[in-house]
Each structure stands twice: as structure tokens, then as C-alpha cells.
T-cell receptor, first 113, second 109 residues
Framework: TAGITQAPTSQILAAGRSMTLRCTQD?????MYWYRQDLGLGLRLIHYSNTAGTTGKGEVPDGYSVSRANTDDFPLTLASAVPSQTSVYFCASSMTSGVDTQYFGPGTRLTVL | GQNIDQPTEMTATEGAIVQINCTYQ??????LFWYQQHAGEAPTFLSYNVLDGLEEKGRFSSFLSRSKGYSYLLLKELQMKDSASYLCAVRDSDYKLSFGAGTTVTVRA
């Protein structure tokens, strides 16, 4: 079962460069999410999409942008990376944005130098 | 903002029982989740409580008291493979999840 895939698995990026983290799900889930996970802080919501064509800001959206052109894909873009964006990024999805359980992708480990 | 507290670390012996507590103060409440996360892997769903009481699922049980803003995850008959982080997450009035920092459980032989 594919579920949710993320690419790349890991990346080292120079500060100031741009980067797009890819996320694809094959479960036909309507809602998708991007989180970052930092030691001691837990998972924090960056951006979300309740359905294709719509996006919203989470708890820590600054420096990140997203798009949702179709149901399956939800890329996260860092326009000009900074070292504080070093983190593990998880994409998640749920059937709807309401009462359904969220399922997580394998994560992307990003290091910004 | 949201405030979700859980202990940082716990250690227990194989075959024993461990209880991980979670207290929360959030803007609204629409359910509490527990996830398991092994090192270097994605969080995986364990349990969901929206009404007060105990939900049992095999060796794992989760309890909720909405009036006290309190939940616990009970792991019974601990196995080495249960060594992982356990994340408490609360769904708020906007149906967004807020996560605690996680509790790292180490199971010793």
C-alpha cells in the first residue's frame, strides 16, 4: 500500500536557495497537511488544505507556501531557505478536514546550512 | 494558544505496564488522539477518544476525562518493540490537531 509518499527523503540545502518538498497520496483523501517536527516542540502545523483548490495557514506558516492543484498532490515550497527551517517535515492526509483521523507520510529531513 | 503537556521520558521493564499522562488546555475540543512514532519514522495512529471513558485496543488502552482536560495511554505487557515516542494530540474547535512534544518510552529487558 502506497498511502502517502514524500520526496526527497532527506536534503541538505544552502541558505537562500529555494526548495520544494513533494507529497502525494493515493487514498483520495480530501484534506492534506504539512507539519514540521523539532526536538522538544512536537509537530507544528505549517499549512493545510481542506480540499483541492483551497489552502490555509497553520501555526507556523512564515517562509513557506503551498498549492493544491489536485486531490493527490500537496507540495510545500521554501522560497528562500534559512537555517531555522532545518527540521523534519511530515505530510499528512485525512478523508475530510473534520472528524477523520490523519495519516502521516514518511517525512523529509531538511538541513539548511 | 494550545497547551498540551506530557512527560518527556519514561522507562519500564519488558512485560510491565506503563501509563503516559497527557493534560491539555485548548480552544475547543473535538477529540484526542494518541500516535506512536518510532525513531526516524512517521507517526502512526494508535487511538482516538472523543467521549469520556476508556477505549481498549489489544495491549493499548486510552482514557479521557474532558472535564479534567486529561487523558492517559496505557501500554500493557510491554514488548521491546514498544520502545518509541508517544504523541498526544488534541483536535480543537477548528478541527486542527495540536500535538504535545511526545513521551519517549524505553523498554528494558
Amino acid at each position: 500500500t502506497a498511502g502517502i509518499t514524500q520526496a526527497p527523503t532527506s536534503q541538505i540545502l544552502a541558505a537562500g536557495r529555494s526548495m520544494t518538498l513533494r507529497c502525494t497520496q493515493d487514498m483520495r483523501h480530501n484534506a492534506m497537511y504539512w507539519y514540521r517536527q523539532d526536538l522538544g516542540l512536537g509537530l507544528r502545523l505549517i499549512h493545510y488544505s481542506n480540499t483541492a483548490g483551497t489552502t490555509g495557514k497553520g501555526e507556523v506558516p512564515d517562509g513557506y507556501s503551498v498549492s493544491r492543484a489536485n486531490t493527490d498532490d500537496f507540495p510545500l515550497t521554501l522560497a528562500s531557505a534559512v537555517p531555522s527551517q532545518t527540521s523534519v517535515y511530515f505530510c499528512a492526509s485525512s478523508m475530510t478536514s473534520g472528524v477523520d483521523t490523519q495519516y502521516f507520510g514518511p517525512g523529509t529531513r531538511l538541513t539548511v546550512l | 494558544g494550545q497547551n498540551i503537556d506530557q512527560p518527556t521520558e519514561m522507562t519500564a521493564t519488558e512485560g510491565a505496564i506503563v501509563q503516559i499522562n497527557c493534560t491539555y488546555q485548548t480552544s475547543g475540543f473535538n477529540g484526542l488522539f494518541w500516535y506512536q512514532q518510532h525513531a526516524g519514522e512517521a507517526p502512526t495512529f494508535l487511538s482516538y477518544n472523543v467521549l469520556d471513558g476508556l477505549e481498549e485496543k489489544g495491549r493499548f488502552s486510552s482514557f479521557l476525562s474532558r472535564s479534567k482536560g486529561y487523558s492517559y495511554l496505557l501500554l500493557k505487557e510491554l514488548q521491546m518493540k514498544d520502545s518509541a515516542s508517544y504523541l498526544c494530540a488534541v483536535r480543537d474547535s477548528d478541527y486542527k490537531l495540536s500535538f504535545g512534544a511526545g513521551t519517549t518510552v524505553t523498554v528494558r529487558a
